[in-house]
């Protein structure tokens, strides 16, 4: 691609409130970074928004100027469709404003801030958005479009069930309300198609009273019965009322200071929880939980909603080499136990997570075909987040997450469309069932025929 001139980028500056950044522009490698470290794309210009009339600009420059455009909400996604190679970065990073109206339990959220501003704004008032995840520096606008859940999802139902409107810049420029009674099908659309269909400039979420305390912990299991104790964990789980979230993560244990140093390092089956109801039936409830099988040990109390939100973050900081593997499960067969702890025997670093989130409740009760997000009716995720530093390492780390998938997609139905990585378009298909896609190309065909916003899991307008 041309290096874009002068003139061109001049004309763009003057009417931009924002920040211009190009190539050798002393902000321009900080900005162009993503949370994986695996891409190191250098975009032929960043746009640094200010505000949606800097959004509507962007669109138009990128447009008049054939460039390709990638959109970076939190810049989070391990896809990395975030920044390009050439073309126009159209970052929201400095989108970050969160108004929350307690009155009528609403939160308006711009469209680059990230779930750790959401929590925050929302729990000065009591209040949360369900489905916002559970580290605090991913995006709400990439985890929103794609579906988004959380540790309270399945009481409160998902991101996406919980969006009010969305304000959107299309590929024409335009600047769309998208809700039930405005624009219906681009508001179906932004509920899970991903960023397909625009660039959202702001969400406007329900939100529910949460906390400011939530019954919360992680309880830490022996590796050697990992076999009894997930056998156990899949018909726990699915016997608990929606206010009880309990997930399994296999992986090496960090060196936290309720383990014994012995432990660190070493493989364990770790069992975070979040109850949203009083201590004493927290405690009841998890009482299975550490009778099932012998703990390591625990940190379990009342924890305040903004730090459990957080208590994950240092474990997946920015900059390392990531390559994730996902698909839903239909059920934890033994079979499917013993090929995931075949995968967790031999895996190739100590920062890899097998991550299985626990999905039924509230989520599975709307119907299929009511938003783009389509696979509700399986009861688990499983996730492999491959996560390594060094280059040398990637054919080893990459080779293990394809065969480890590969293993376990005889239990396997659909998969998220935010746990893909760079897959393919069979592969974006199966995040949604036949209807659904088929709608999503005609709302892509209405919104963006020309696929200005390719840079995504992208549903392509024929
Ligand atoms: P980005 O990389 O900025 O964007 C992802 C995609 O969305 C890109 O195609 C981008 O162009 C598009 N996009 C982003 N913002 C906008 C916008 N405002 N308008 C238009 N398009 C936009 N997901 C869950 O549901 N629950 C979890 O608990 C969860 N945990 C996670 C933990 C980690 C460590 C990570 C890395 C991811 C997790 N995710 C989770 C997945 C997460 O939802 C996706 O990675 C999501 O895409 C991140 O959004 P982002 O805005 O940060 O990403």
């Given at each position: 691609m041309e290096p874009l001139r002068d003139a061109q980028t001049g004309a763009f500056r003057k009417s931009f409130r924002g920040e211009v950044l190009l190539p050798g522009d002393r902000d321009y490698d900080r900005v162009r970074r993503i949370w994986n470290g695996m891409f190191d794309r250098r975009p032929a210009i960043i746009a640094r928004c200010a505000g949606t009339a800097d959004v509507i600009n962007a669109v138009h420059f990128a447009r008049d100027n054939g460039l390709l455009v990638a959109v970076r909400g939190g810049g989070h996604n391990s896809a990395g469709n975030a920044v390009c190679d050439g073309g126009i970065m159209i970052d929201l990073?400095?989108?970050?404003r969160v108004n929350v109206d307690p009155e009528n339990r609403t939160a308006r959220v711009d469209g680059g801030a990230l779930l750790g501003d959401m929590d925050r704004e929302t729990q000065l008032y009591g209040l949360a958005v369900s489905g916002g995840g559970i580290v605090s520096h991913t995006g709400v606008g990439g985890l929103t479009l794609g579906g988004g859940f959380g540790w309270i999802s399945r009481k409160h139902g998902l991101a996406v069930d919980n969006l009010l409107a969305a304000e959107v810049v299309t590929a024409d420029g335009r600047l769309l309300t998208a809700s039930a009674g405005e624009n219906p099908d681009l508001f179906w659309g932004i509920r899970g198609g991903g960023g397909n269909f625009g660039v959202v400039t702001s969400f406007r979420f329900r939100c529910v009273e949460v906390g400011p305390h939530v019954y919360s912990g992680l309880i830490v299991k022996r590796f050697e019965d990992a076999k009894r104790y997930m056998q156990f964990h899949r018909d726990y789980v699915r016997g608990l009322p929606d206010a009880m979230t309990a997930w399994i993560v296999v992986r090496h244990a960090p060196p936290l200071p309720f383990l014994p140093p012995e432990v660190h390092g070493q493989r364990v089956v770790v069992v975070p929880f979040v109850w949203l109801g009083d201590e004493a039936e927290g405690a009841r409830l998890i009482r299975p939980i550490r009778e099932a099988t012998p703990s390591l040990g625990e940190a379990v109390g009342m924890n305040p909603w903004v730090a459990w939100q957080a208590g994950f973050d240092g474990l997946v900081e920015h900059g390392a080499r990531n390559y994730w593997k996902s698909h839903h499960l239909t059920a934890l067969s033994d079979a499917c136990i013993d090929r995931i702890l075949e995968f967790a025997e031999t895996m190739p670093t100590k920062e890899i997570e097998v991550f299985i989130p626990h999905m039924e409740g509230a989520p599975g009760r709307v119907p299929e075909t009511a938003t783009a997000y389509a696979h509700r009716k399986t009861p688990f995720v499983l996730n492999i987040h491959t996560r390594w530093r060094d280059a040398a390492d990637d054919a080893r780390c990459l080779a293990w997450a394809r065969a480890f998938h590969q293993a376990t997609e005889p239990f396997a139905r659909g998969v998220y469309v935010n746990f893909l990585s760079d897959e393919g378009e069979d592969r974006v298909r199966a995040a949604y069932i036949p209807e659904v896609w088929d709608r999503l190309v005609e709302v892509k065909k209405e919104y963006d025929p020309e696929n200005l916003f390719r840079m995504n899991q992208n549903i392509r307008p024929s």
């Open positions: 990073s400095l989108m970050r």
